[in-house]
């Protein structure tokens, strides 16, 4: 992807991916291994994640920690995208939340449709672009009766586009260490299991929708052998607010 310059070459602000700060590393090299002792997590597949190139790691998401279960699991450096309001907080939680968000690597996007879903899916392939293996939830959001949502084909444009490879990740137990609405986490025995890596290129170009429909469907049925879940065969997304939402969604071809 052509990074857009200004008049002096350089990388414009919207072009720079914020990179892992020394928060990451010591969580990688000091409280993972000190997790690991306490929750004794049961890890597979880490042979599974290629050492070098394009990597897109794609979780079912279940908790709040998935997205430190991930990366202190990982054989390679991840990032990932975080909801903005965790950058944009006010007073001592927010510099605190703002700080620890930035330092283990995350990129703040606005959750939406139409230009913002776009604009996430830009910044996921910058990340892709440096080099770190990047984790995404293909469901959009964390599921709360545990059963596996339909992917959103955000993830299969991803693929198509950059050529990544896919490692489905299966997370199994996290609902249970954190629970929605629980502030602190319990010790629960959780596995992480990392598939073997999908090449969905076959399919056809990112700009069919057929195509990434088929690469998005095949991503969840990896995850879906990995984990067990029940499928919810819908997507999963809030109750539209009113008429005109409702309408929306059901014009709607395809969901990123």
């Given at each position: 992807?052509?990074?857009?310059t200004?008049?002096?070459?350089?990388?414009?602000?919207?072009?720079?991916?914020?990179?892992?700060?020394?928060?990451?590393?010591?969580?990688?090299?000091?409280?993972?291994?000190?997790?690991?002792?306490?929750?004794?997590?049961?890890?597979?597949g880490?042979?599974?994640?290629?050492?070098?190139?394009?990597i897109?790691?794609?979780s079912?998401?279940?908790?709040?920690?998935?997205?430190?279960?991930?990366?202190?699991?990982?054989p390679?450096?991840?990032?990932?995208l975080?909801?903005?309001?965790?950058?944009?907080?006010?007073?001592?939680?927010?510099?605190?939340?703002?700080a620890?968000?930035?330092?283990?690597?995350?990129?703040?996007?606005?959750?939406?449709?139409?230009q913002?879903?776009q604009?996430?899916?830009e910044?996921?392939r910058r990340?892709?672009?440096?080099g770190?293996?990047?984790a995404?939830?293909p469901?959009?959001?964390?599921?709360l009766?545990?059963?596996?949502?339909?992917?959103?084909?955000?993830?299969?444009?991803?693929?198509?586009?950059?050529?990544?490879k896919v490692?489905?990740?299966?997370?199994?137990?996290?609902?249970?260490?954190?629970?929605?609405?629980?502030?602190?986490?319990?010790?629960?025995?959780i596995?992480?299991?990392?598939?073997?890596?999908?090449?969905?290129?076959?399919?056809?170009?990112?700009?069919?929708?057929?195509?990434?429909?088929?690469?998005?469907?095949?991503?969840?049925?990896?995850?879906?052998a990995?984990?067990?879940?029940?499928?919810?065969?819908?997507?999963?997304?809030?109750?539209?607010?009113?008429?005109?939402?409702?309408?929306k969604?059901?014009?709607?071809?395809?969901?990123?």
């Open positions: 992807m052509n990074q857009r200004p008049d002096d070459g350089q990388p414009t602000a919207d072009d720079v991916v914020p990179r892992p700060g020394l928060l990451y590393f010591v969580g990688r090299h000091v409280v993972a291994p000190l997790l690991r002792l306490i929750y004794r997590p049961k890890v597979i880490t042979r599974n994640v290629p050492k070098h190139g394009k897109i790691l794609a079912n998401h279940l908790s709040f920690i998935d997205s430190l279960v991930i990366p202190m699991t990982a390679r450096r991840v990032q990932f975080a909801k903005s309001h965790y950058f944009e907080g006010t007073g001592a939680k927010g510099a605190v939340s703002r620890f968000f930035t330092a283990i690597g995350a990129v703040g996007v606005k959750r939406g449709a139409g913002a879903a604009e996430a899916l910044q996921s990340i892709i672009d440096t770190a293996a990047f995404v939830y469901e959009g959001t964390r599921s009766d545990g059963r596996l949502y339909k992917g959103r084909t955000g993830i299969g444009w991803l693929a198509l586009t950059t050529g990544a490692v489905p990740v299966g997370l199994i137990g996290t609902a249970d260490v954190q629970p929605v609405g629980a502030k602190l986490p319990r010790v629960r025995p596995t992480i299991a990392f598939g073997e890596p999908i090449d969905v290129a076959h399919y056809g170009p990112a700009d069919s929708g057929r195509a990434r429909r088929q690469a998005t469907d095949e991503i969840m049925a990896a995850i879906h990995l984990t067990g879940q029940e499928l919810a065969g819908i997507y999963n997304e809030s109750p539209p607010a009113n008429t005109v939402e409702r309408v969604r059901a014009l709607r071809p395809e969901r990123l």
